[in-house]
């Protein structure tokens, strides 16, 4: 509770700091929007023990409680409750957060956080209650068992060749720890999260602080491979990811006040910011070298070489890549002085702007109840190319919070 009291008076104090931001009509707007999508999938899905996750245009991808993207539309729903004050909106939350609570045992995800911490976590900054506050703990417990110490890192998934596969979103579940380290006063989870930081920093990241999707170990911490999975290669930077390092990085120096986690953050916004291949509305395609962004690693016709096999995909944007970078930035703008600070905030004003205009914003009563257009779960695997995904909706909103 007092952390999120202390990240809403910063942003409040960049806010007022910075210029621009007066123009809310277009907030309002989506804020409305977003509301009569949410209304309208709360009421499809009520009976269906599942949530909507991405829509084909005719079929729902819907998704149990197992799925990592299951936190995300009842935390979409907390969010517009806090943006509306709507008791509609409350009153679908609890009823969809609910629904989570098994989650939490399962040992075989490293995804607890989004799972838990945007749902439930949500849930317990509008209510305050111990009975969230005690599924996040349980959760962050189970996910600290995902951690092998001679490794130092959480492992992520339990599929695939990799000997001790460790994926760049991974940092996304790291707030949870630290927030039942705080919550508990049981300073491993916070041990936990910090280790984990620190050699994902050491290991995942190029020389222009891009980063690696994938990276696996060896039993003993070396490492065994670095590549991607999701990406266009193994040498490309692949946009949502380098989205998670940089909200990742800054929840860690959130935490910590550890100046390294600042600077590594900064690092990661200027990759994405100064960009030669982010488009002018600032939604990036889904690679920020995929074939169609004019900053290719390879040629199309070379395709083959660069790990893919088949047609060169289409520049598909991933606007919940945007999504995710906005909302950091206005974070990270509460932590950083003077023109940085305001750089950050006029960038995701921008987004923000961008991903509110008809281009983005679907119109109510269509796109499936979906918020946003145009999000790209994982081209490379032929997936949930150029759709509406329910995580893109949630840090739009999330975002839009932040700045009103
Ligand atoms: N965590 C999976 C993704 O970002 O697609």
């Not at 911490?221 to 390092?245: H, L, M, N, P, V």
């Not at 909200?247 to 910011?273: N, P, S, W």
Request: net charge negative.
């Amino acid at each position: 509770m007092k952390r999120l009291t202390v990240l809403s008076v910063l942003t409040a104090l960049v806010l007022t700091a910075c210029n621009g931001g007066q123009d809310k009509a277009y907030l309002n707007k989506a804020v409305k929007a977003a509301g009569e999508q949410l209304k309208y999938q709360a009421e499809l899905f009520d009976t269906l023990n599942c949530y909507p996750r991405s829509f084909n245009g005719e079929t729902y991808h819907k998704t149990k409680h197992a799925d990592w993207t299951c936190g995300f539309f009842p935390g979409s729903l907390w969010l517009e409750y806090q943006l509306t004050g709507d008791e509609a909106f409350k009153d679908a939350a609890l009823k969809y957060t609910a629904r989570i609570e098994d989650a939490t045992t399962r040992t075989g995800t490293h995804d607890l956080g989004f799972m838990t911490f945007c749902s439930f976590g949500k849930q317990y900054e509008v209510l305050g209650d111990s009975a969230s506050a005690a599924v996040i703990v349980e959760s962050a417990r189970t996910l600290a068992q995902r951690f092998d110490p001679q490794v130092g890192l959480i492992r992520s998934w339990d599929f695939g060749e990799w000997n001790y596969p460790v994926i760049i979103d991974n940092m996304m579940n790291l707030e949870m720890l630290f927030w039942a380290s705080e919550y508990t006063g049981d300073e491993s989870l916070r041990q936990i999260a910090i280790t984990h930081a620190d050699n994902t920093l050491k290991n995942h990241f190029r020389e222009d602080c891009s980063s690696y999707h994938v990276v696996s170990y060896n039993n003993d911490g070396s490492i065994e491979s670095k590549g991607t999975y999701q990406g266009y290669s193994d040498e490309s930077a692949w946009s949502r990811g380098q989205a998670w390092g940089l909200y990742g990085y800054t929840v860690c120096y959130r935490y910590t006040k550890d100046e390294k986690y600042l600077d590594h953050a900064q690092k990661i916004a200027d990759f994405i910011m100064c960009n030669p291949a982010m488009p002018e509305d600032l939604v990036p395609v889904w690679d920020y070298n995929a074939p169609g962004t004019g900053n290719e690693l390879c040629e199309a016709a070379k395709v083959d070489s660069c790990g893919l096999v088949g047609e060169p995909l289409a520049p598909a944007r991933d606007a919940s890549a945007a999504a995710i970078v906005a909302s950091a930035l206005i974070e990270l703008s509460g932590y950083v002085d003077g023109e940085d600070g305001c750089e950050y905030l006029d960038y995701a004003r921008r987004s923000i702007k961008s991903l509110c205009s008809d281009s983005y914003l679907a119109e109510p009563g269509t796109n499936g109840g979906f918020v946003l257009r145009h999000s790209t779960g994982a081209a490379s695997l032929n997936s949930e190319i150029d759709v509406p995904i329910n995580y893109a909706d949630y840090y739009f909103l999330e975002a839009i919070h932040r700045l009103k």
